[in-house]
């Protein structure tokens, strides 16, 4: 159901209840208005007579011909055509040259053909750079390597060389290759081969029965290819080797003469050829 909203007549100004918010009327106002529209009697609207400057009591034409409000009802009406005023008459225009409108421009004259630029002489070639000899390290800094590795080396740990390589403010290509040199010269096990089983009963079982078949003597890098059969971590694997090796009583590596792919290797790197094409 639709709510009344409480309006206030535009005509007589009593206060009603209206159904839409477009009424602006009461309606005893409405019906008034609607008799005298039938009647005829509503007042037609004033006729402006204009003044010789264009205006109709000082407004100018196009007001007096706008649309304007009834003096009996709010609503609009417009001015029939045949009560509108005639607007004034427009001065004619000068008539305008049409060359007058577009400047003149001199022709251009035809230029002569422009030669071709010459073309640039070859840039000389450029001197190869000489390569940048690798770094050798002086014998005092080896010699510090060594020292600082012995330091620190109780036990090796993972990350030793870089260590040292940011203290020492060297390569560290150079400290790997120092350390190496170190480790063969003294016979001294890297942290990776210090480190001991600790991986599952069922784990190394696996490993054992895998290494045993290899014996007495088992190829170079059976780890990786256990790791691999087995899908096992390659360190886990190893140390599990070790730990067999242990408790078999057979030393931590076979000696390099009982492995004869190690002494190919030997023989071709001694003859100049690489290792992969002798023996590999």
């Not at 870089?162 to 120092?178: D, F, G, M, S, Y």
């Not at 079982?205 to 971590?233: E, N, Q, S």
Request: net charge positive; charged share 25%; with cysteine.
């Amino acid at each position: 159901m639709a709510t009344k909203a409480k309006m206030k007549c535009a005509d007589c100004h009593k206060a009603f209840k209206s159904n839409k918010t477009t009424q602006l009327l009461c309606d005893e106002c409405e019906a008034n208005r609607r008799k005298k529209k039938a009647d005829g009697t509503t007042k037609p609207a004033p006729k402006v007579i204009p003044s010789a400057s264009g205006t109709a009591d000082g407004k100018p034409i196009w007001l007096a011909n706008a649309t304007v409000h009834d003096a009996d009802h709010p609503y609009t009406t417009e001015i029939p055509p045949e009560e509108r005023l005639p607007a004034p008459p427009r001065p004619p225009r000068p008539p305008v040259s049409p060359r007058a409108s577009v400047p003149s421009r001199p022709l251009r004259e035809p230029s002569a053909a422009k030669a071709p630029p010459a073309p640039r002489p070859p840039k000389p070639p450029r001197a190869p750079k000489p390569p940048t000899p690798p770094y050798v390290p002086t014998p005092t800094e080896i010699e510090r390597v060594e020292q600082r590795y012995l330091e620190l080396a109780q036990p090796e740990f993972d990350g030793i060389r870089t260590q040292i390589a940011q203290e020492l403010h060297l390569p560290k290509r150079i400290v790997k290759e120092v350390v190496a040199a170190l480790r063969q010269r003294d016979h001294l096990p890297s942290w990776w081969e210090a480190q001991t089983y600790h991986d599952t009963p069922e784990t190394l079982a696996r490993i054992r029965a895998a290494y045993l078949v290899h014996l007495p003597v088992p190829p170079v890098g059976i780890h990786r290819t256990i790791a691999k059969d087995l899908k096992l971590p390659t360190p886990v694997v190893y140390q599990g080797i070790g730990a067999i090796r242990t408790e078999l009583g057979l030393p931590p590596y076979n000696p390099p003469d009982a492995h004869p792919e190690v002494q190919e290797r030997l023989e071709a790197a001694t003859a100049g050829a690489p290792p992969d094409e002798a023996g590999g």
